[in-house]
């Protein structure tokens, strides 16, 4: 995957597309083969560094008890409030927030359970965006959406701060942010090309 491409990855339940989103995102180390960034090995990359070029909304995400804010910042007490204003314009978290009573600064308590399972994942959203990372990975990352909150999702998302996005979907409104897709079955690659080239032979 070169810098500035926007690839989609798919591929039916167990065709390996959540494990290769946890070895991009450094969850899991190479046991075969090589991870590369920049021509290094992953393992050879310092971990912090990593992790600020590269953001992961993954399926499994988790929120814990403390304010909105809090959980988008995660500690990055240096992150300006227009970055945090962008982020929740992009993510879909804006849409919601006035209707909380505190918004951004309201405490959530059981990690969030009060909220609705879309309105949790726009502020996991939030938090990857608000690094401006380098490369956005997005594990089904819309999957708990409604098809008018993806499509606000879609309406919202501000791409320009980013060289590199990497997506796991089945939806097709998500393919509009990609020109590649890469189709994987039993852990291997089983097409790879341009969106429009790929589509035409899944239909034939």
């Known amino acids: 995957i070169k810098e500035g491409e926007r690839v989609a990855i798919m591929g ?83 849409n919601f927030l006035h209707m909380i009573p505190g918004g951004i600064e309201s405490k959530l308590s059981d990690r969030g359970q009060s909220l609705s399972t879309g309105q949790r994942q726009s502020i996991a959203l939030a938090r990857a965006l608000v690094g401006r990372p380098e490369i956005l990975v997005l594990d089904e990352s819309t999957s708990a959406l409604d098809l008018n909150a993806e499509k606000d999702f879609l309406n919202n998302l501000d791409l320009s701060m980013l060289k590199t996005l990497i997506l796991v979907t089945h939806r097709l409104p998500m393919l509009e942010l990609v020109d590649r897709i890469i189709i994987l079955a039993d852990g291997a690659i089983a097409l790879d090309g341009k969106k429009e080239d790929v589509l035409k032979q899944l239909r034939t």
């Open 12 to 94: 039916r339940n167990g065709s390996g597309k959540t494990t290769l989103i946890k070895l991009l995102s450094g969850l899991y180390m190479p046991t075969q083969g090589s991870l590369t960034y920049n021509k290094l090995p992953i393992e050879q990359i310092n971990k912090n560094i990593y992790r600020k070029k590269l953001a992961v909304v993954l399926q499994d995400f988790q929120l814990f008890s403390g304010s909105i804010k809090d959980n988008i910042l995660m500690g990055r007490e240096w992150i300006e409030e227009n970055e945090i204003e962008t982020a929740l314009e992009s993510s879909g978290t804006k």
